[in-house]
């Protein structure tokens, strides 16, 4: 149980420093008259995500879990993750937040990761992520309930953001000369 809780802190203070860096830009971002999208659905997916991994943490406690083999492919899984979301907010600099914010002059990155998978921040790194915590704590009832719950709200996220791009297509899209509306 102790490598456990050792492994799910630094894990944990990672993700902090992640939340510092967000909160750093959304300062920014406000700042230079961006707009914040899904305002409700991001307060929900914040909640969910320490709700799910306290579950974790709270399910190796109550079964005093050992670090085993799924404890090692979760720690597996957390690294990729988190190298996957460094390397995201590398990649976004100053318009990474964990919310979805749209700046003036806001430009979609369209380098090889974006281009491949959509939301890679979503796919590679939440979704990862919190199997991996699970894997970790050896959570099957938070892996099998919340993993769920929490794709609900990922898939509201993934459609607000998704329009809130194309706000950016439309706005940036040059103009028709022909049309003469």
Request: net charge positive; proline share 3%.
């Amino acid at each position: 149980m102790k490598e456990i809780i050792i492994i799910f802190t630094s894990f944990f203070i990672l993700r902090l420093t992640s939340l510092y860096i967000s909160i750093t830009n959304e300062k920014r971002l406000k700042k230079s008259g961006a707009v914040q999208y899904g305002k409700l659905n991001s307060a929900l997916l914040t909640m969910a995500h320490i709700v799910y991994y306290a579950s974790c943490l709270y399910e190796a406690y109550v079964s005093q879990a050992s670090f085993n083999a799924y404890s090692k492919w979760g720690v597996f899984m957390m690294l990729f993750s988190y190298i996957v979301l460094f390397y995201v907010i590398y990649k976004l600099k100053d318009i990474w937040t964990l919310k979805v914010y749209i700046a003036p002059n806001h430009q979609i990155d369209n380098s090889f990761l974006f281009k491949t998978i959509k939301h890679p921040n979503y796919f590679l790194n939440i979704i990862p992520e919190l199997i991996g915590v699970s894997l970790l704590c050896n959570a099957w009832k938070t892996l099998l309930f919340g993993l769920p719950a929490y794709g609900v709200l990922l898939a509201i996220r993934i459609i607000q953001e998704e329009k809130a791009m194309q706000t950016i297509s439309f706005a940036s899209a040059p103009k028709d000369k022909t049309d003469r509306a």
